[in-house]
Each structure stands twice: as C-alpha cells, then as structure tokens.
C-alpha cells in the first residue's frame, strides 16, 4: 500500500514542488553547507543551491555578473564584480559558494559579493 500511495502522491503533486523537494534534499545531504533559509547577514556562510537565473549589471562603468541561487529553503544572490561570464555559472547548474553575506540585496535577498564558488 504504501507504493501506492507514492505514486498517487507523485502523480497528484505539481512537477514544481517537486523539484523542490528533490533539491532540498540534494542541499541537505551536503555536509558543511548552510542552508539559505537560515543564513545570517554578516556571517562567513557557505551555501549549496541551483542557480535560476544568471544576468549582467552594469555598475558605475564596470559590469557584474549576478546569478540568484535557490535550495529550497530560500534564495541568494552572488554577485562577481567586473566580470560578463564565467564558465559553467549559467541557469540550472548546481554549486557552492562561500564568503560573507550583505543584508541588502536585490528583492531584499541575502546578497554575498565576489564569493569563491565550487560547481558540482
């Protein structure tokens, strides 16, 4: 019975949630990793998450590249100043990224400048 239910479960829930559950667990079962939802301003965090959209901004004569970066459990933006591209940051791709989180970021999102990043 409880396949059953399984499958009614999977076949009744929309495909969005759940993608969303699949990757809140992918970010869970990282050790080390913060999750978004939780992460404090000021803090050094390191943070596990698909990226779900990537853009250039042009800031005071110099671009930067921002990609907003989802885990489930909430958003971020990393933001690296002076660049158009880098390779392997593009929309649907998975990565950590670490450093210091700003408070101030666009849509009022956890905003962490020039982090180091690992793709996965």
């Not at 239910?5 to 759940?18: A, G, I, N, Y």
């Not at 559950?21 to 698909?50: D, H, K, M, N, Y």
């Amino acid at each position: 019975m409880p396949t059953l239910k399984k499958l009614f479960h999977r076949l009744t829930t929309p495909v969005s949630e759940l993608d969303m559950a699949r990757l809140r667990q992918f970010c869970a079962s990282l050790p080390g990793v913060t999750p978004i939802g939780e992460a404090e301003p000021r803090q050094e965090i390191s943070v596990v998450g698909e990226i779900t959209t990537v853009r250039i901004v042009p800031r005071a004569g110099s671009p930067s590249l921002e990609a907003t970066i989802r885990d489930g459990s909430g958003s971020l933006v990393a933001v690296w100043t002076g660049r158009r591209q880098i390779a392997g940051v593009s929309p649907g791709k998975r990565l950590v990224v670490s450093g210091r989180g700003a408070p101030e970021g666009p849509g009022r999102r956890l905003l962490i400048l020039n982090p180091r990043y690992e793709l996965l």
